[in-house]
């Protein structure tokens, strides 16, 4: 866990304020107050000098894409745990890889609006956080002994697209889709007393921080969606459901079986078939989807991605 997640009152704070901000603006100025009082450095944070102790997991057990399966059942503890180190330390370069794209599209939002207005302001606090994030996640696959896991080039190829074009509610509702699904897992494993102490510390600072970038994800895919009609909704939903289906499909690499000394054909097939990963997942999105439910976004083509990426 993270050394505190306390932090001194900002007294007066919000209301030292300008009163002039249009009522648009209360939303981001609650982030900015609450980032004010509680935000972390990493670098400080961590504990980045005890070497790894291979004893502890990476994540929790019942996260890796093997739990439950007749391979699970032959690994021994020793490489169960070398493969949820190998499975965070994927998800964790996932993350980098999209939080790259989400701080692109959040500063290419931004760019010409008015800077001294709390959601710019916000804005680029996020993006400061992110970035912090980036590299706190990828000193952490380091440690735990993994390479730069990196999506399948055409996903590359895809996200640099998607990162070019996507604006608006496509943009927001795509940022929530990845931060929801690490949200869920992530509180699991910085609870998890199995989880490497450095890991848990990771996890509890992306989980408090990220909870600032939800919020605002879902409050911006409100507001573009305000007014919006059938053909837009229907466009940008289908939109969203790509997006998400590739982001939660690269989170592990198949590369991670052969890393952890397991046979990646088997293992790949196996991890296919997971039905208890499968019902992890789903159980992860349950929010998210009554969120895209809620805003219309949830169309028949939508689904049948989500249904695909086993998000519903």
């Known amino acids: ?13 919000s209301q030292d304020r300008t009163q002039g901000n249009s009522q648009d603006d209360d939303v981001a100025r609650r982030l900015l107050d609450s980032a004010a009082v509680l935000a972390y450095d990493p670098a400080t944070e961590v504990d980045w000098e005890t070497p790894l102790d291979r004893d502890f997991h990476g994540a929790s057990p019942e996260w890796s894409s093997l739990y439950g399966t007749a391979y699970w059942q032959e690994l021994t503890e020793a490489q169960r745990k070398e493969l949820t180190r190998q499975e965070a330390a994927s998800v964790a370069s996932t993350g980098i ?51 730069a896991y990196r999506p399948h080039r055409a996903v590359m190829e ?8 996507a604006f608006g509610e496509a ?73 998400s289906y590739y982001i939660v499909t690269s989170m592990v690499n198949r590369k991670v079986y052969a890393n952890a000394g397991l046979d990646e054909k088997r293992a790949v097939a196996e991890a296919k078939a997971n039905e208890h990963h499968k019902s992890m997942m789903r159980s992860s ?5 009554e969120f895209l439910a809620s805003s219309r976004l949830l169309t028949k083509p939508a689904l ?9």
């Open 171 to 243: 943009a927001y509702a795509a940022i929530l889709v990845a931060e929801e699904v690490l949200d869920v897992m992530q509180r699991d494993w910085m609870r998890d007393e199995r989880v490497a102490p450095f890991v848990r510390t990771i996890n509890n600072i992306h989980v408090v921080e990220e909870s600032r970038h939800m919020k605002f994800a879902r409050d911006q895919t409100r507001k573009r969606l305000v007014g919006a009609g059938r053909v837009r909704r229907q466009i940008n939903a289908f939109v969203i459901a790509v997006a």
């Open 158 to 165: 895809l996200g640099r697209a998607f990162k070019t074009l």
């Open 97 to 147: 890889w999209f939080e790259m794209i989400l701080q692109q599209m959040v500063l290419r939002d931004v760019y010409a609006k008015d800077p001294t207005s709390a959601e710019v302001q916000w804005a680029l606090t996020e993006i400061a956080e992110e970035c912090r994030h980036s590299i706190m996640f990828a000193r952490g696959a380091q440690k735990l002994g993994a390479p």
């Open 1 to 13: 866990m993270a050394s505190s997640t306390v932090r001194p009152t900002a007294q007066g704070h």
């Open 285 to 289: 999105c349950s929010g998210l989807m």
């Open 304 to 312: 049948a991605f989500y249904k695909r990426a086993n998000l519903i």
